[in-house]
């Protein structure tokens, strides 16, 4: 009986699989290179996608003793392998009405690890509201021996170890395309020329799901190296679409040119991908839309950390949208020790690398202060809300984000400097969408 279960929810997961378009199985190609080749799916072999697959959905691993959580229960596979505040929600208040009829019902999203109100509590938090309201997840970390966290009650450095920061959910297609490219790396490791989560911490798939199975399943046992094995197969044959799979194939056969992963486009959406190619694929590069092109550098702020940047001239030269309380309240204050042995204090509700390295103060844009890594743009019209914090709820919000950008880029340019970032050719602030590109622009990105 056990076994007819296992079967039927395989096929279940295959027939969902499927009709997402997220991993087109054996292709016509793998079966002509012979019966070896014809055992693997889109490079991976098929019985460890197949198992990964199933994984990828299981509650109770084996042997693992973990809090119940599946990948699927934070990546949903209906919301493109995300976490949105819509789908948090939705599940939240569903719990709520089954435990007016049943007192033990449970989902496993809703861990105490992930509670607001956990330091606190412990296994008795009871406060989601990061998680409802933002659709965000705590992820914890060591503080560097040069960075401390500033008490807020006495405005003295507190004697904490240890920082929290709630990010969203990355989505797991497409990763195949992205990772270590060994492209315009970055001053300092780790993984300096990119790496897997928000700041590239991670070098390989395996490491992800390590981590992920350790903090967020809270497993109480080493997974065998095969599980994170199998993980990691899967998540390389999941793509946005079958134009981003064709491309991640001929990558893989070395064909050149490339094929465009893009569809058909009329008038508005090319003209929309010239604005693109100008205004954005110097940082979206590359096949994964990930690699920062020279000589812009691998990783810079943008500026969606809270709280945002204000101008001190009047009148404004930018105007970032602020943060609305729900996500302003994640902010912290830090204080640093420079090299130099003296200290500085900044205030953030997310300093990227700077929690991997310690190194704050070098010379701009060079230190690792608010820098996190470069996300691919592929299915973008699908994964709203946007940025590491969810911040931008419309593609809209977010072209508007980056031209307040640009903005501030111009407005903090040293006399004489135009940065690559916002320029082409280094004489001209001319990369910033206009105005009249608006319409374009959003038309091609809802088509990735």
């Given at each position: 009986m056990r076994s007819m279960r296992t079967m039927a929810r395989t096929l279940f997961i295959y027939a969902l699989l499927a009709s997402l378009q997220v991993w087109g199985g054996p292709t016509w190609a793998d079966?002509?290179?012979?019966?070896?080749?014809?055992?693997?799916?889109?490079?991976?072999?098929?019985?460890?996608?197949?198992?990964?697959?199933?994984?990828?959905?299981?509650?109770n691993l084996h042997g693992l003793d973990g809090n119940g959580r599946s990948c699927n229960d934070c990546h949903m596979i209906t919301e493109q392998f995300r976490l949105t505040p819509a789908a948090v929600e939705a599940r939240f208040q569903k719990l709520q009405k089954r435990r007016h009829y049943n007192r033990h019902a449970d989902d496993p999203l809703f861990r105490p690890i992930d509670a607001d109100d956990f330091r606190i509590n412990g296994e008795n938090a009871s406060d989601y509201s990061n998680l409802r309201q933002n659709g965000l997840i705590r992820v914890v970390f060591a503080l560097p021996p040069n960075i401390r966290l500033i008490d807020p009650e006495t405005n003295a450095p507190s004697d904490e170890q240890t920082v929290d920061l709630w990010r969203m959910v990355p989505g797991v297609t497409d990763v195949k395309l992205s990772g270590a490219d060994g492209v315009n790396p970055w001053p300092r490791g780790p993984n300096a020329s990119g790496g897997y989560q928000l700041d590239g911490r991670f070098l390989t798939l395996q490491e992800q799901a390590l981590a992920a199975l350790t903090s967020h399943a809270q497993i109480t046992a080493a997974p065998p190296q095969r599980l994170l094995d199998d993980l990691s197969s899967l998540q390389r044959v999941l793509f946005t679409n079958e134009r981003v799979r064709a491309l991640s194939l001929a990558i893989d056969a070395?064909?050149?040119?490339?094929?465009?992963?893009?569809?058909?486009?009329?008038?508005?959406?090319?003209?929309?991908?010239?604005?693109?190619?100008?205004?954005?694929?110097?940082?979206?590069?590359?096949?994964?839309?990930?690699?920062?092109?020279?000589?812009?550098?691998?990783?810079?702020?943008?500026?969606?950390?809270?709280p945002r940047r204000v101008d001190v001239v009047t009148p404004a030269r930018f105007n970032f949208a602020p943060c609305p309380p729900r996500l302003a309240r994640n902010a912290r204050t830090y204080e640093i020790t420079l090299a130099n042995g003296t200290t500085t204090r900044r205030?953030?509700?997310?300093?990227?690398?700077?929690?991997?390295?310690?190194?704050?103060?070098?010379?701009?844009?060079?230190?690792?202060?608010?820098?996190?890594?470069?996300?691919?743009?592929?299915?973008l019209r699908h994964t709203a809300p946007y940025f590491h914090n969810n911040s931008a709820n419309t593609l809209e919000e977010l072209v508007d984000h980056y031209v307040e950008f640009y903005k501030f880029v111009k407005a903090n340019a040293a006399p004489g400097v135009v940065p690559p970032v916002a320029s082409t050719d280094g004489v001209n602030f001319d990369r910033q969408p206009q105005p009249e590109e608006r319409t374009a622009l959003l038309a091609y990105l809802r088509k990735l």
């Open positions: 079966s002509k290179r012979g019966v070896e080749d014809a055992n693997r799916c889109d490079g991976e072999p098929c019985d460890a996608v197949l198992r990964g697959l199933i994984a990828f959905f299981d509650r070395g064909i050149t040119p490339l094929p465009t992963a893009d569809p058909r486009l009329n008038t508005l959406e090319q003209q929309g991908r010239k604005v693109f190619e100008r205004a954005c694929a110097q940082c979206h590069g590359g096949p994964g839309q990930s690699t920062p092109q020279p000589p812009v550098v691998r990783m810079h702020e943008i500026f969606t950390q809270c205030t953030s509700s997310d300093p990227g690398r700077a929690l991997l390295t310690g190194f704050v103060g070098g010379p701009p844009p060079l230190d690792d202060w608010n820098k996190l890594d470069i996300p691919g743009m592929r299915g």
